[in-house]
């Protein structure tokens, strides 16, 4: 009895990070559609981060050819995401403005997202990227739900859109849509979801081989199972 007691503390201490990335600073998350087996979406968050994010920020432990995990070749890698002359598919993805420049630009440093998933949930980044809204009080003209008073300016208006917050009692009722970007809300999701997929593989790239040994285990262990039955079967056959 003892034993499942201290089982079942562990697993619920376990548990409470988990619990806490939830919900932050009282503000709540949604839930990121995340599925790593799916590849087509994947390399469609590769290239949006590629595109839109590697201008300011670097992900210095992901080199492009890692990107052949999720299907795609060197070829597909050198064309479809546009690398300069100077970049090889064996190179880091290093960010085009240098963090000094960014620095005096943006007031904090672009970190690294590498490991970002890690350091942030999932849902948080889901959140994030979708909760940007038009605050002239702020340098840049952007603030953000899940992040208040960021330094980085929303990179993705042209395709969101432009959103207004509705205040209540000094807080952030609700975010609306004031000036259409070129995709639908809908559209903007399916993106986001992509990009957070995108996300999660680089912060563990190794994630997708765990997915594939967890399966196999569990092949191996039916296998087993059924075996082991079988002679059960065998050794009480003749014991009545
Ligand atoms: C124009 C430069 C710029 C671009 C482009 C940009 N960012 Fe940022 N980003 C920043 C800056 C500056 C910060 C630091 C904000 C702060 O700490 O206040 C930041 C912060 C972040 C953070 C929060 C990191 C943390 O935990 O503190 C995330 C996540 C992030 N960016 C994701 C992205 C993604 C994803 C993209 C591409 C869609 C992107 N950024 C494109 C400048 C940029």
């Not at 839930?31 to 201008?55: E, H, I, V, W």
């Not at 979801?193 to 285990?217: C, K």
């Amino acid at each position: 009895m003892k034993a499942i007691k201290k089982v079942i503390v562990w697993a619920m201490l376990a548990c409470m990070p988990v619990l806490a990335n939830a919900s932050e600073g009282g503000v709540q998350l949604d839930k990121a559609p995340l599925n790593l087996q799916d590849q087509a979406s994947l390399q469609r968050g590769a290239k949006l981060f590629t595109s839109r994010c590697l201008a300011c920020h670097s992900a210095s432990a992901m080199r492009y050819n890692r990107l052949n995990d999720i299907g795609m070749s060197d070829d597909q890698i050198t064309v479809e995401l546009e690398l300069p002359e100077d970049v090889k598919v064996g190179s880091t993805m290093q960010a085009a403005m240098d963090p000094n420049s960014a620095k005096m630009a943006y007031g904090v440093a672009p970190p690294d997202l590498s490991v970002i998933a890690r350091s942030r949930s999932a849902d948080w980044l889901y959140t994030y990227m979708r909760t940007f809204y038009a605050d002239s009080s702020r340098p840049s003209g952007w603030n953000n739900i899940v992040f208040p008073s960021v330094g980085m300016p929303f990179v993705l208006a042209d395709l969101q859109g432009e959103q207004e917050a509705e205040m209540h009692e000094g807080h952030v009722a609700k975010l609306k849509i004031k000036e259409a970007g070129s995709m639908s809300a809908e559209e903007y999701d399916h993106a986001i979801g992509d990009l957070t997929n995108y996300l999660v593989f680089m912060s563990e790239p190794a994630i997708l081989i765990r997915h594939q040994i967890g399966w196999a285990v569990l092949a191996f262990l039916s296998v087993l199972l059924g075996l082991m039955y079988a002679l059960k079967k065998e050794i009480w056959k003749d014991i009545h």
